[in-house]
């Protein structure tokens, strides 16, 4: 896709936000930014130029011994 302004990748994360235009209610990066600090983690948005985003979740490994599954 075409990507976001600068400007939009810095109010991305803000609850109800949404670059003029664009459908959709303004959440789902609000919410994913918030679960990844609720983990410890965080979301980066970077413009990929010439177009597009790069979008990174990031969240730390755990620690301590495998337990085994879930």
Same mark, same amino acid.
Request: cysteine-free; aromatic content about 0%; glycine content about 14%.
């Given at each position: 896709g075409p990507g976001m302004p600068e400007?939009?990748?810095k109010e991305a &994360?803000? *609850?109800f936000f949404r670059a003029s &235009?664009? *459908?959709g209610e303004g959440l789902g990066?609000?919410?994913a930014q918030k679960v990844a600090e609720a983990h410890g983690g965080r979301l980066e948005l970077l413009a990929n130029r010439p177009s597009g985003l790069v979008a990174r979740l990031r969240?730390?490994?755990p620690t301590g011994g495998a337990s085994g599954p879930p």
């Open positions: 400007e939009a990748l &994360g803000r *609850p &235009g664009k *459908p990066l609000s919410v969240l730390p490994l």
